[in-house]
């Protein structure tokens, strides 16, 4: 069975409705990281850090996934489906698809500030102040902030080395260290990269080039990889 790795970043979430981070209208545009995202705003202030991430919890809860996710599900009927997504929302969990690589952490999960391996479910959508590990510790977001490491970023590597075939969906590939994915795919396997953006990918990537919305191109693209073999 022929392995398809797909690499999921804001745009396809964010047609569900879910805020991203870049754009005009980014998270970003009205707060700044440092404050809200770093380990340093934890420090500082870690009752707004918690309100600001409860709030993108409550809001993932009144989404739905959307055609994008649903079609990425169809197509494990042929292949072997391998999502690495830089989201932190649930959507391809809660649409059904089974290999599922969160490079940047869970919103619907908290871990131990005293142990980072000791990882819990939230139950809801809130987080608060004395919601404590077993360790009797405070417990954070399960994000990478700014100033992390990408901890599953080697596994993700070899998720990539695998791949037959590569499709992006929904993001500039300008953020790093994600962005750097796609550069250890091997060079002979085929590309698709779908975006209603511009393409920022340098030329030798040799992609292919959709310039539509995932909830439009995947499900179109979906049905010629499930029809046809490449």
């Not at 197509?75 to 649930?90: M, R």
């Not at 590990?133 to 994000?143: A, F, K, N, V």
């Not at 590597?157 to 750097?180: E, F, K, M, N, R």
Request: net charge neutral.
């Amino acid at each position: 069975m022929k392995t398809i790795v797909v690499l999921t970043g804001a745009g396809i979430s964010a047609e569900s409705g879910i805020r991203t981070f870049r754009d005009d209208n980014g998270l970003w545009k009205t707060h700044r990281f440092e404050e809200l995202a770093s380990p340093e705003a934890w420090e500082k202030n870690p009752e707004l850090v918690l309100d600001f991430y409860n709030a993108r919890r409550k809001q993932m809860l009144e989404v739905k996934p959307n055609a994008a996710h649903f079609a990425l599900v169809k197509l494990e009927e042929k292949y072997n489906v391998q999502i690495i997504t830089q989201n932190v929302d649930d959507l391809h969990e809660r649409a059904g698809s089974q290999k599922i690589l969160h490079l940047h952490g869970e919103l619907k999960k908290a871990r131990s500030t005293a142990n980072p391996h000791l990882i819990y479910a939230i139950k809801g959508w809130e987080l608060k102040l004395g919601d404590k590990c077993s360790l009797g510790s405070q417990l954070r977001p399960h994000i990478v902030w700014f100033g992390e490491p990408v901890e599953e970023l080697y596994k993700a590597i070899q998720i990539v080395q695998s791949a037959d075939l590569l499709i992006v969906i929904g993001t500039s590939l300008v953020v790093y260290p994600a962005a750097g994915l796609v550069t250890y795919a091997r060079p002979d396997i085929p590309r698709y990269l779908i975006d209603p953006g511009e393409p920022k990918q340098n030329a030798e990537d040799h992609f292919i080039f959709i310039k539509d919305k995932a909830a439009s191109a995947v499900p179109v693209l979906v049905e010629k990889l499930l029809t046809n073999e490449f």
